[in-house]
């Protein structure tokens, strides 16, 4: 579908979907009540008005924007984000991306269409046409439909749900629901079972997604990645340091996710400053993907022969995403040539040396994760690296620390692997990495990916040549992220665990095996080998000429 098709809504369907409570269509559509002024949700408990006294919308901020306010019994703010636009639209996507991070709170709707690379105008119009509604009002009504989740589910008062939610002040706060609800917001708390902030002040909040969703995968994949002192995988949940990057200088908490009854995470959240809530909250859905409609992916990729089992066997399976860019970039770095736990452990030890101590005590974690600034003039020789790899960290920190926009969201998938590989140390498989846990761009992939082209052999055993398996992966789009997960995941790897060509290596010296072993890091010598006995059993691959004794080209540059 073109970004400009429009996307329509048939009124009939959309009835039945209503008359049936069917739970397939929650998020996807919102309806609107003419007689009461009020917008529901599709599984709405309360009684199915008359075709003729309804209006049906796209997204809760067209509802809003053309004057309805949110139904106080099925509460929109609690529905999966899974619009029915999604796909059709990789510019809306970004742009959504960028005001959930705050895109639209100090900037103007033409600044956020430069970041984007189109005009104000044609932002409008795609807006218009996919969500029903314009940018300012989709930045407003996530800020009120935050504000009241939080009404309903904490007992923060009012002056610091405001703040949480992203108002300027009380008097806006205030003025924004008495307009919507005819009402003091604090008259919505009455009569709820709210739960009280916890001991320390932390905020407990839900996030809804659609299921299927396979928690234990999302957890396997973040327990073999976790950096000592910053995450913990226990009890099946989650916990890291966090830091939020424009928030008072030093302001630093703790974060721990883990499911909740019904289709939803808990998220309970420990961070000095409210105001920047709003901006942890859309990190996490994207470190947990929680916008990804399984059902709408899975259709898709089972259209293909081969992906159809892969998906029956895995349908709840997301693309993890990362907390931080920089952090995601440090790790592929650290990680090349060597396995996963020791780059885990590379890591831990770059934090022990570099992190912001935690003030304050969380069993497992110690430090908030170093942020460009601290590792752009430091000496990391001392970690076990060569000087090249030490350099190369250094370089890609100080790039950063020039742009920090440089992990956002660009206009097309293609210019951000461009702007990628133009990092230090970064290639063409570390950038679609990136593009793919960071950038949250669902069609990235990494087309010379070993383990993808192994996947992806036919019965004789032949694996498809890169540009094969591009070809093939046409009919993927828009979903070959998750068209990735689920070849990896086939292969019994780590969920993400591909391998890089040998040409996505930087041009740096592979890290000394000795001073990985000094440092209690286990190398990947042993994997190498076995797969340099494979290549020359198939007759591919082999040692480079003149560099007797190196390793095989094609073993180097994994990123972890």
Request: include cysteine; aromatic fraction near 6%.
């Amino acid at each position: 579908m073109r970004e400009d098709q429009p996307m329509d809504l048939d009124a009939e369907a959309c009835y039945r979907a209503i008359a049936t409570r069917d739970a397939r269509f929650d998020g996807r559509l919102f309806i609107a009540v003419k007689s009461t002024g009020i917008y529901c949700r599709p599984i709405c408990p309360a009684r199915t008005p008359k075709r003729e006294n309804l209006a049906f919308y796209p997204s809760a901020a067209a509802a809003q924007e053309a004057g309805y306010r949110p139904c106080l019994r099925c509460r929109p703010e609690s529905a999966p984000d899974l619009g029915v636009w999604r796909g059709t639209s990789n510019t809306v996507s970004r742009a959504l991306a960028l005001i959930e991070k705050g895109g639209l709170d100090g900037a103007d709707v033409e600044a956020l269409a430069d970041r984007l690379g189109v005009g104000e105008r044609q932002l409008r119009r795609l807006f218009r046409r996919h969500l029903g509604a314009s940018p300012i009002a989709v930045a407003q009504t996530r800020r009120v439909l935050l504000a009241k989740h939080l009404i309903h589910e904490t007992r923060l008062p009012m002056s610091e749900v405001a703040l949480a939610a992203g108002f300027g002040s009380i008097r806006r706060f205030n003025e924004t629901f008495q307009q919507l609800f005819g009402r003091a917001p604090s008259t919505l708390r009455r009569g709820t079972g709210a739960a009280s902030p916890g001991p320390a002040g932390e905020v407990a909040i839900l996030l809804p997604y659609r299921p299927p969703y396979d928690w234990p995968a999302m957890l396997a994949f973040l327990r073999a990645r976790a950096i000592p002192g910053v995450e913990v995988v226990a009890r099946d949940g989650y916990t890291r340091t966090i830091e939020v990057a424009g928030e008072v200088a030093g302001a630093h908490g703790t974060v721990a996710v883990r499911p909740a009854t019904g289709n939803a995470l808990r998220a309970t959240i420990q961070f000095p400053q409210l105001s920047a809530l709003p901006t942890i909250v859309a990190r996490l859905r994207r470190v947990f993907d929680l916008i990804a409609d399984p059902e709408v992916i899975g259709a898709h990729l089972s259209e293909d022969s081969r992906l159809a089992p892969l998906v029956a066997a895995r349908p709840g399976l997301r693309v993890a995403g990362a907390w931080d860019g920089f952090e995601l970039a440090v790790r592929a770095l650290l990680g090349q040539q060597i396995t996963v736990a020791g780059a885990a452990t590379l890591a831990g030890r770059l934090v022990a040396a570099y992190g912001k101590p935690l003030a304050g005590g969380v069993e497992g974690l110690s430090h908030v994760f170093p942020g460009p600034e601290r590792l752009a003039d430091a000496d990391l020789s001392s970690l076990g690296l060569t000087r090249a790899r030490a350099a190369a960290l250094g370089s890609l920190a100080r790039a950063v620390v020039a742009d920090p926009q440089i992990f956002g969201p660009r206009r097309s998938l293609e210019e951000a692997i461009v702007k990628l590989r133009a990092l230090p140390g970064i290639g063409e498989w570390t950038a679609q990495y990136i593009a793919m846990r960071e950038m949250r761009e669902p069609d990235a992939f990494p087309a010379a990916d070993l383990g993808l082209m192994r996947a992806m052999a036919d019965r004789k055993g032949r694996r498809p040549s890169p540009g094969e398996l591009l070809a093939r992966a046409e009919r993927w789009r828009p979903w070959r992220a998750y068209a990735a997960q689920h070849l990896w995941a086939s292969q019994g790897m780590s969920y993400d665990r591909g391998e890089a060509p040998g040409d996505d290596r930087s041009p740096l010296r592979p890290l000394h095996p000795a001073r990985l072993a000094a440092g209690g890091v286990r190398t990947d010598g042993d994997r190498e080998a076995r797969d340099a006995g494979a290549r020359r059993a198939t007759g591919r691959g082999g040692a480079r000429p003149g560099r007797a004794g190196r390793r095989p080209v094609a073993a180097r540059g994994r990123p972890r």
